[in-house]
């Protein structure tokens, strides 16, 4: 007894003057638990004045009456979050321009070198995040069948949803409508995602497997490496509604056309790809955005953290076409200044409702100084190019050395025209 006694008092448990012996009786003080009963019962420090609390011994253990011994074994720490299975990591995924959603705000600083997401964070993210979350547009599709391993070079999909009532075709949504400023104050931001609420399905592009981008990343070398994280890439795919911005991406990545009904996508998703570059493996994290001018202000803020910009027009849609020059406004707004962009008039292969000439397209491409070619989402011409030169180019800025005559992806892709004979529509 005389042991334990010291032994609480070492730990303050006894905070009535010294010498002082509070018995079972004290005021207010409720009797000593059973193992203590007869014993000196004392005060426990988190006694109130007018409340009361004992602690004796209860079979050979220090126990307070008043606060069941927490007096006895220090303070209760919070316990930690119990890790759910399947989740790595409590990350949210970080968005270019600087920031994460979070409840649809948009966070502080982007982490640079934030490690990607493995799938199963990216499940759990999304459904964090403003996009998905204010659209509430259903579920968010399965990812990889084993999320719960987190390996930094793993891709991911996060794919925004894709609207049951879109149009068909490039509709005049671009931003020549509206100049920037009215975009910003009209849509509102999340808001504006908000409206498409309970109208969206999930992308169809899942049916070669949700992850195999992820799965190529880890293929791609020992450990599931291969690639050097300073070469990843982030690419945004811009454009009207309905240029084919999505098909493009599918076909890049799945080296499919999945041909329907058009639903424009709600939002913005990403998918990854690892390609090889002069032996050099390169990621590109490959933003496709919604081309609806609701959900400008969404992608807006994605522009600012993108190394390169695709910027398409459908070549049957003389409006997507004459929105260019809108769409160059605003990324030279947004975007950063040294972007790579490239103009690319898509559906090469509908030449019967060419509505916009080769020509004119290569004569805006010159006027802005950026890089041109026709492709097609659905024969898959040039769109490997496309994203190639892409890559190629953001690799030789972040490896080149300078004393080293610079890349020129214009005559890259010159030249690869040529070799792979394309010409015919471009
Ligand atoms: N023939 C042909 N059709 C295409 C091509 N690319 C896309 N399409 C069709 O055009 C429609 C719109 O394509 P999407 O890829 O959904 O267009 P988007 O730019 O992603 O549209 P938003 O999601 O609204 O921004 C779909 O019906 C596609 O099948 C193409 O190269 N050739």
Not at 147 to 171: H, L, M, Y
Not at 210 to 239: D, F, Q, W
Not at 287 to 314: I, K, P
Not at 401 to 413: A, G, K, L, S, T
Request: with cysteine.
């Amino acid at each position: 007894w005389e042991l334990a006694a010291r032994s609480l008092s070492a730990q303050g448990c006894l905070p009535t003057p010294p010498g002082r012996t509070v018995h079972a009786s004290h005021p207010g003080g409720r009797a000593a638990s059973p193992g203590g009963e007869g014993r000196e019962p004392r005060l426990c420090p988190s006694t109130t004045a007018n409340g009361g609390g004992t602690w004796g011994l209860e079979r050979d253990q220090p126990f307070c009456g008043n606060c069941r011994g927490s007096c006895l074994r220090g303070p209760e720490l919070p316990r930690p979050p119990r890790p759910r299975a399947g989740l790595a990591s409590p990350r949210l995924p970080p968005i270019p321009g600087g920031g994460t959603l979070r409840g649809g705000e948009h966070g502080g600083g982007d982490e640079p070198g934030t490690a990607p997401l493995s799938c199963g964070e990216l499940d759990r993210a999304k459904l964090s995040r403003a996009v998905l979350n204010r659209t509430q547009a259903g579920r968010p599709q399965p990812c990889c069948a084993e999320p719960s391993r987190a390996a930094p070079d793993r891709g991911g999909r996060d794919w925004g949803e894709r609207d049951r009532t879109g149009q068909g075709g490039a509709n005049g949504t671009g931003p020549g409508r509206a100049g920037p400023g009215a975009v910003r104050g009209a849509e509102g931001g999340a808001g504006a995602v908000r409206g498409a609420a309970g109208a969206a399905r999930s992308l169809p592009a899942a049916g070669a497997g949700p992850c195999s981008s992820a799965m190529e990343a880890r293929a791609a070398g020992p450990g599931g490496a291969g690639y050097n994280e300073a070469l990843l890439h982030k690419t945004i795919l811009v454009g009207d509604s309905g240029v084919g911005k999505t098909s493009l991406l599918v076909q890049f990545d799945q080296g499919k056309f999945i041909p329907g009904s058009f639903s424009a996508t709600v939002g913005i998703g990403f998918t990854n790809k690892v390609v090889a570059v002069d032996g050099v493996k390169v990621k590109l994290q490959i933003w496709d955005t919604a081309g609806q001018e609701r959900f400008r202000s969404v992608t807006h803020a994605y522009y600012r953290d993108a190394q390169a910009l695709l910027l398409l027009y459908d070549i049957t849609s003389k409006m997507s076409f004459d929105n260019i020059r809108a769409w160059l406004t605003e990324i030279h707004e947004y975007a950063q200044k040294d972007v790579v962009i490239m103009l690319l008039g898509n559906k090469a292969d509908v030449s019967s409702e060419r509505a916009v000439r080769t020509e004119d397209g290569a004569s805006l491409a010159r006027e802005y100084g950026v890089p041109f070619m026709e492709t097609s989402a659905k024969t898959g011409m040039n769109v490997e190019l496309a994203f190639l030169a892409i890559a190629k180019e953001l690799k030789q800025r972040a490896m080149q050395p300078p004393d080293e005559p610079r890349f020129q992806i214009h005559d890259y892709i010159e030249s690869q025209k040529k070799k792979s004979g394309c010409c015919a529509f471009a």
